[in-house]
């Protein structure tokens, strides 16, 4: 019985359907932190609240007609709950490439795009412009829409200065409260610069101080969250062999299904991680089983 092992069995068949595909020499742990990173960069399907900024029609102004009817096309997906995942970089699954603007800000970059060279394609065409949001769960919020090719555009502090001006909520939890000052104060150009040597910085926006709002990036350009997701999933996952080890056979006694012998020696395997908890199945009987995650803590 190894869980842990399990899992990388679990997160290498979702990445397979993606087209990655890890040797076995590659440890658990990097696998599992190439999936945290697809998974950060795709976008759920779900339909949103869509936020525009008060500044929006300024935006739109100069926005050529083909690039209107593509941008209303991805704002109408956003809110239906459509995939929207064609609109993304092209690196989107690539395991080991970093998006550095959402690792540092919270901020997919949606090409503005609804044509295909090619109908089999998954993604849309490159585009001339880009669209920035912060996405929520069952929220969505534009913070910008800037040229592809324009000097720093993913560097660009307008876009957090928009979401300051509309939406202070989304910021404040990385306030640093009662600051004054604090020295340098950056440029684009700079910001783009420290990003790109995976470092870390505070960030002025209008006179206010903020961490990266995505959280911090570690020194291989990787989201520092999903260092501690991974120690905390293996934890749990620990506690939950553990705590089969002590409670398999009563659980099978208690199985709704009958019509089996209850194996001396029990086996359980790891099937997947779902939000209400671990599914687990015993391998002699098959039975499944849903743990609360709640339970390895009792």
Not at 53 to 60: C, G, K, L
Not at 119 to 126: A, H, K, L, P, V
Not at 132 to 141: G, I, L, R
């Amino acid at each position: 019985m190894d869980f842990v092992r399990d899992l990388r069995i679990v997160v290498s068949k979702r990445l397979k359907t993606l087209g990655v595909v890890f040797s076995d020499d590659v440890s658990d742990e990097v696998v599992l932190r190439n999936y945290l990173n697809i998974q950060t960069k795709l976008i759920p399907r779900q339909p949103r609240e869509l936020h525009l900024p008060t500044s929006f029609p300024e935006m739109i102004e100069t926005l050529p007609e083909k690039f209107r009817r593509a941008l209303d096309t991805i704002l109408r997906e956003i809110k239906s709950g459509e995939d929207i995942n064609s609109h993304l970089s092209r690196d989107a699954f690539t395991a080991g490439s970093n998006d550095l603007l959402l690792n540092a800000w919270r901020l997919h970059h949606l090409h503005v795009s609804d044509t295909k060279k090619n109908f089999r394609e998954f993604f849309f065409d490159r585009s001339d412009y880009l669209a920035f949001v912060w996405f929520e769960k069952s929220h969505a919020y534009l913070a910008g829409i800037l040229p592809h090719k324009a000097e720093n555009v993913f560097a660009r502090q307008v876009l957090l200065a928009t979401v300051l001006d509309n939406w202070p909520e989304l910021l404040e939890p990385q306030e640093f409260k009662n600051v004054r000052s604090v020295e340098p104060r950056f440029s684009d150009d700079q910001v783009n610069r420290l990003r790109n040597a995976h470092l870390n910085f505070v960030i002025e926006v209008k006179g206010r101080y903020f961490l990266p709002p995505g959280g911090l990036i570690t020194g291989a350009g990787t989201k520092g969250d999903h260092v501690r997701e991974i120690d905390y999933l293996y934890r749990e996952l620990r506690d939950l062999q553990t705590w089969i080890a002590g409670h398999g056979i009563g659980l099978l006694k208690r199985a709704p299904r009958k019509g089996f012998r209850v194996p001396t020696r029990p086996t359980f395997e790891l099937l997947d991680i779902v939000e209400d908890g671990f599914l687990i199945r015993e391998k002699k009987t098959r039975q499944p089983f849903l743990i609360p995650r709640s339970v390895t803590t009792q």
